[in-house]
């Protein structure tokens, strides 16, 4: 233990012996580091939060509707924009920051300096943004986070307004364009399909395809229009075989002295309704057999109607004359024959169906040989029709994209003009820091108390180590590594014991006046600030 305290025990003598260099050597770091504390200001801090609540109930209930921008990286862009070069340059000028020292740039170099003392955080995740400034004067401080802060909140993203309206002319110029595009390629259709009318340019079927349906049709339209004919030859081989008048036997009446013919108006009515069913009778065999209910049904009433029609013409025969009147004799008349006049209708029927059956198989056989004189220019024809409807295919789809984005636009615009898709919330306001930042000025004196007696003692080691003196045989000749032979003893005399003592009183009323000067100099800044002086 004394071999590791022996250098601090053979240290501290020369040290001691050079204190006064030590004590002047404090007291001039004193002097110089007080006139730069004099002139350091001490710093205040200004802050404030804001937060953007992006999350609107608006936002979902638009989903799929108008164009949603990512609302939290505008907001973030904002931020990032608002400590630009513009923006500062305005508020230095608002707030008279800039020192009128004479110079140009005295605006661009408090810009700068605002630069450097001033943090913007932003917080994304949580969508917190938090600004700081850092000046002498808290007033002026908190002014400037303040006016940041209501820069921050008054643009927000009222650019977006702007874009959207930027956005609008570009799409209505280009819907416009397109518009005019495809009028052009739809009035290119039209003359290709107005020069081949032919030419029916549906894309799923082919030109054979078509031959082919065509030639069916044509088919079977012609056996259509031969079993018209067929059944036309057959009514009307039918209704050569009716004759046109048919004979009724009818009692004779002669008139009062003369003889004339007579029929009964109630037997020439069963006589054309027998005719009638007879007639009707025929089309139903020529249709169905014999055992259908409507041939049985036929028949039935044909056999009354007959039955009917001898039972007045028994009683007309069997009847007395009247004794004034001549008696009746019978006779035959001729009538129109309903059979054959109803044969007669189904004729003409038949040459209407047939004549509309001739009409249609040569439109068919017209339109077959429209599409088989085609076929060398088919392949031309195709490869035309083709490049026309993809250009068109092309212009109408980028058009309806247009469109539909115009539309979307447009109400984006709406949504926009008529709500808020972000909400800014000053979370903490502007606010300074009554306490300027580490270090203040009383704790700069301190430190620089402290600093100028740490000073003058590394003085007094330098100076001993420069020019050593030696207090004991054994400091000597451990530091000459020498043999001493021997030592003088000095008795001080009460005159140099008071001289010893005056100078340790000296030396403490220096070292002592120092640190009181620095006590009361840190007090008085205390209060200084306190009072705002």
């Known amino acids: ?22 004590l002047l050597t404090a007291w001039v770091i004193m002097v110089l580091g007080g006139a730069g504390v004099a002139l350091f200001h001490e710093r205040y801090m200004a ?12 936002k979902p209930l638009m989903q799929g509707l108008t164009v949603q921008p990512n609302i939290d990286d505008q907001v973030a862009m904002v931020a990032r924009t608002l ?18 020292d004479g110079k140009p740039d005295a605006v661009n170099r408090t810009v700068d300096q605002l630069l450097k003392n001033i943090k913007l955080n932003i917080n994304a995740r949580e969508n917190l943004y938090s600004v700081t400034y850092v000046n002498s004067d808290p007033k002026i401080a908190l002014g400037v986070v303040t006016d940041l802060v209501n820069m921050f909140l008054t643009s927000g993203i009222g650019g977006k307004q702007q874009d959207t309206e930027q956005a609008l002319k570009f799409l209505d110029a280009q819907v416009a364009d397109y518009g005019r595009k495809l009028s052009a390629a739809e009035q290119k259709l039209k003359d290709f399909k107005t020069r081949h009318p032919g030419y029916s340019g549906v894309a799923n079927i082919d030109y054979y395809t078509r031959v082919n349906q065509a030639s069916d049709q044509l088919s079977q339209l012609q056996g259509q229009l031969s079993a018209a004919i067929a059944a036309r030859n057959a009514i009307s081989g039918q209704m050569r075989g009716e004759s046109p008048t048919i004979s009724v036997t009818a009692p004779y009446m002669p008139t009062a002295g003369t003889a004339a013919p007579g029929v009964s108006p109630a037997v020439l009515d069963i006589e054309q309704r027998i005719q009638a069913q007879r ?21 039935q009433t044909l056999a009354r109607l007959e039955a009917e029609k001898k039972a ?8 007395p004359a009247h004794p004034n009147e001549p008696a009746i004799t019978p006779n035959t008349i001729s009538a129109a024959n309903p059979a054959y006049q109803q044969l007669r209708v189904q004729v003409a029927q038949s040459d209407a169906n047939v004549a509309s059956l001739q009409a249609q198989v040569g439109e068919a056989q017209s339109r077959l040989n429209q599409l088989r004189s085609q076929a060398g220019q088919m392949p031309e024809l195709d490869q035309q029709y083709a490049e026309l409807m993809r250009g068109y295919d092309v212009i109408r789809k980028s058009y309806d994209d247009l469109a539909a984005r115009r539309q979307s636009a447009g109400l984006t615009q709406s949504v926009d003009a008529s709500s808020q898709l972000a909400v800014f919330r000053v979370v903490d306001p502007p606010r300074v820091e009554h306490r300027p930042l580490f270090p203040s000025k009383p704790v700069l004196i301190a430190m620089l108390v402290f600093f100028a007696l740490g000073c003058g003692v590394v003085a007094s080691f330098v100076v001993s180590q420069v020019m050593p003196t030696f207090h004991s045989p054994r400091h000597l000749r451990e530091s000459i590594d020498r043999p001493v032979l021997g030592s003088i003893s000095m008795l001080n005399s009460p005159d140099i014991l008071a001289q010893d003592k005056r100078g340790n009183v000296n030396l403490a009323l220096g070292v002592g006046g120092l640190v009181l000067i620095g006590l009361l100099w840190a007090i008085w800044a205390h209060f200084a600030r306190q009072a705002g002086v």
Do not use: C
């Open 83 to 100: 400590l630009a070069r513009p923006n500062l340059e305005q508020l230095v000028r608002e707030k008279h920051l800039a020192i009128d």
């Open 47 to 58: 802050s404030a939060r804001v937060y953007v609540d992006t999350q609107t109930l608006l």
């Open 279 to 299: 007639a009707k009778l025929d089309d139903l065999l020529q249709r169905y057999t014999n055992d259908y209910p409507d041939v049985i049904s036929a028949r």
């Open 312 to 319: 007045r013409l028994k009683a007309a025969a069997e009847q």
């Open 1 to 22: 233990m004394n071999d590791l305290l022996r250098p601090l025990f053979n240290l501290l003598p020369g040290m001691w012996d050079r204190r006064w260099v030590g």
